[in-house]
């Protein structure tokens, strides 16, 4: 093929692949043009905010940072969504006679066609304009524009081609399930360093970190756009140097890994035949399992949340909020140390729907379970395998929160309370489990709920959680009435007692909803196995 044919040939295959990807479905088109409104409307009111700026002390250092931060999610996206866009996948590639060099100058600039290329250029004329001052400084943003485009889009296609067996393994659909959960943590990351700046002094608190940014790419290339407008123009071209060489990196390492897949054998495939037979071996924490029916059970929940996407995406949600919920909140000043409860809450849903985590394969538990006990064991056995994770991280939740505090005093009663708290969410996740059991579809990565359940998912989890706090009444009352009554040297008596309740109950709870799980094994079978 002619390679000075390629380029126009690669951006009508990527508008061919945008419109016939519209086609598959009127919903798909809706939320295409949805999304194509908000994120221009959103760029449209950056770049309205960026003119604002102009003649701003504090400009520079918004600008340089909010450059880092763009080129920080043109990062990470390829990871989190490498389905969003098909040409990121340069294995479809491989068994076309193309060279490396030729096809990596047609990629690029066929990744030029997009809303996010789009909403990335408004952004920089946006930030161009508010530090251009002088006739210097707009050729410099001239040329600072477009390499901060370039700069961006090289970095996430080299971090794909570098990373394109990950991202089409399992493995690699496991970091998108937890995208969201990441963006969430970015947001309360924000918004405590959103508060830290108003704490310190309003913007002037970003200008030491901005200088460190604005001699990294592609933020070197606005912070050239600054350094010309002072009449620095050595450093400025200096700046421009960096994202240029950075660019060129990124450029060639990308061909190094296009190189490397249209050459090479997949790894998964050489290894499969090279280890034709490797049996797995049990080994750590399995070996201290018990033996028998149980400890086979809890060997399979434990690699539930080790290897189902789903689960393993429920998991590190629950542990990461409830890390998160007390400990930025005792480090804002205004925390309790009875938020690290939160932290036993968030685990304890993890009880909710325990055969609807196992799909429809629930059937092959189903064929083991002939009897209550057969029922009560399993349940025994889900509900240990549940605590191996959650009374460590528990008791650590709340030491971590007690030592940012100071409030060790405390300490023993929120022990307590979170024990007697887990002990109510088994007990009730167990019984919830039985009763109100539901679908989890696994064809899609947003979707936990299957069509037609979620009113079940609401009784279950919400109606669960209400009796979880009720009974827990006890535990509390207790705690309430020791310090009405000023006994402060007995509230460490919160701690074995709190255990010891949250062990009956739990234990209670399970006997409870052994012999409904027994007796409505073909309705639980129906239920988890809907589509």
């Given at each position: ?11 009508r ?27 221009l ?92 001052h ?10 600072a ?54 704490e ?34 050595a ?19 990308w ?71 007390p400990?930025f ?25 325990q ?16 009897s ?5 064991e ?39 309370l ?87 109950i ?26």
């Open positions: 093929m002619n390679t000075s044919a390629l380029t126009p040939v690669f951006i295959l990527k508008l061919s692949l945008l419109r016939n990807g519209l086609r598959q479905s009127s919903g798909r088109t809706a939320a295409y043009i949805f999304s194509m409104v908000v994120t409307l959103f760029a449209a009111l950056q770049l309205i905010g960026l003119i604002g700026l102009r003649g701003s002390d504090h400009a520079v250092s918004l600008v340089v940072l909010l450059t880092a931060v763009l080129a920080l999610g043109w990062t990470f996206m390829p990871l989190f969504f490498p389905s969003g866009d098909e040409t990121l996948d340069p294995t479809r590639l491989v068994m076309l006679p193309l060279r490396p060099q030729p096809l990596v100058r047609a990629l690029l600039v066929a990744s030029l066609v997009g809303i996010g290329p789009l909403f990335t250029l408004c952004l920089a004329v946006g930030s161009a304009f508010a530090l251009a002088g006739a210097f400084a707009v050729v410099v943003s001239v040329v524009v477009p390499l901060t485009l370039l700069v961006c889009v090289a970095l996430a296609r080299a971090v794909a081609a570098a990373n394109i067996r990950l991202l089409t393994s399992r493995k690699g659909r496991d970091l998108a399930v937890l995208s969201g959960l990441v963006i969430a943590i970015g947001v309360q990351l924000v918004n405590f360093g959103a508060q830290r700046i108003s310190a002094g309003g913007l002037s608190a970003l200008h030491p970190a901005a200088g460190i940014v604005r001699w990294l790419p592609p933020a070197s290339a606005m912070g050239a756009v600054d350094s010309a407008s002072e009449g620095a123009y450093v400025a071209a200096g700046q421009l140097a960096v994202s240029a060489v950075a660019l060129l990196l990124l450029l060639h390492s061909q190094r890994s296009l190189t490397k897949l249209m050459t090479a054998g997949d790894g998964s495939t050489l290894a499969a035949a090279s280890e034709p037979t490797r049996k797995e071996s049990s080994s750590g924490i399995h070996r201290l399992l018990p033996e028998g029916r149980t400890g086979a059970v809890m060997q399979r929940s434990l690699r539930y949340v080790w290897r189902d996407p789903k689960t393993k995406a429920s998991w590190m949600a629950a542990l990461a909020i409830g890390l998160i919920v400990l909140n005792a480090l804002q000043g205004t925390g309790s140390i009875y938020l690290a409860c939160f932290a036993a809450g968030m685990l304890g849903i993890q009880m909710y729907n055969f609807g985590q196992d799909t429809s394969s629930f059937w092959m538990v189903a064929m083991t379970i002939s209550t006990r057969d029922a009560y399993e349940l025994r056995a889900r509900a240990l395998a549940l605590l191996v994770i959650t009374l460590p991280y528990t008791a650590a939740v709340v030491i971590l929160t007690a030592a940012l505090l100071g409030n060790w005093r405390a300490l023993p009663e929120v022990l307590g979170s024990f007697a708290l887990l002990g109510a969410m088994l007990a009730t996740g167990a019984v919830a489990s039985a009763r109100f059991p539901y679908s989890i579809p696994q064809d899609s990565a947003y979707k936990n709920v299957a069509p037609g359940q979620a009113g079940l998912a609401w009784i279950s989890i919400f109606g669960g959680m209400i009796a979880a706090a009720l009974l827990c009444a006890p535990v509390i009352a207790l705690t309430i009435w020791l310090h009405a009554v000023n006994a402060q040297s007995a509230l460490w008596l919160l701690l074995p007692a709190g255990a010891a309740y949250g062990a009956l739990g234990w209670a709870g399970v006997r409870m909803a052994a012999p409904q799980t027994a007796g409505r094994l073909p309705e639980i079978l129906a239920a988890v196995s809907k589509a």
